[in-house]
């Protein structure tokens, strides 16, 4: 079992950064892939970055390449999206989520989630 809970959200301007960080319990979180994953109203929930239980590869979503970071730290059950350069379309509710293996791009194949943190930016 994982438990997870996300921090970070917030207001920010267009072109601002934000952090969010993401909370895991379990002795087991080195063997799970964690993914970053959001929702704006209206429109389905789709996957923003993900990472491998080692930390070692990285995957993310063509919207955020080049501007979001996700990284672990497994010592501290912790897993962590690093946004800049922040867009209007941005705005969305963040989930963090846990599977045990492989990273997916699909949320169906997540079977830990967190409550979600409200990110907003204001152009």
């Known amino acids: 079992q994982v438990q997870l809970v996300e921090s970070g959200g917030g207001l920010v301007q267009a072109g601002g950064s934000l952090r969010l960080s993401c909370a895991a319990s379990?002795?087991?979180?080195?063997?799970?892939?964690m993914g970053w994953f959001r929702q704006a109203p209206g429109k389905e929930r789709e996957f923003v970055a993900g990472?491998?239980?080692?930390?070692?590869?990285?995957y993310y979503a063509d919207s955020v390449k080049g501007r979001f970071t996700i990284s672990r730290d497994n010592a501290k059950n912790t897993v962590d999206l690093q946004m800049n350069s922040l867009k209007a379309e941005d705005t969305a509710n963040y989930y963090c989520?846990?599977?045990?293996?492989?990273?997916?791009?699909?949320?169906?194949?997540?079977?830990?989630w967190g409550q979600g943190t409200q990110v907003t930016v204001s152009s």
């Open positions: 379990g002795r087991t979180f080195s063997s799970y892939a």
């Open positions: 990472i491998r239980w080692s930390g070692g590869s990285t």
């Open positions: 989520a846990a599977r045990f293996g492989m990273v997916f791009t699909t949320s169906q194949e997540y079977n830990y």
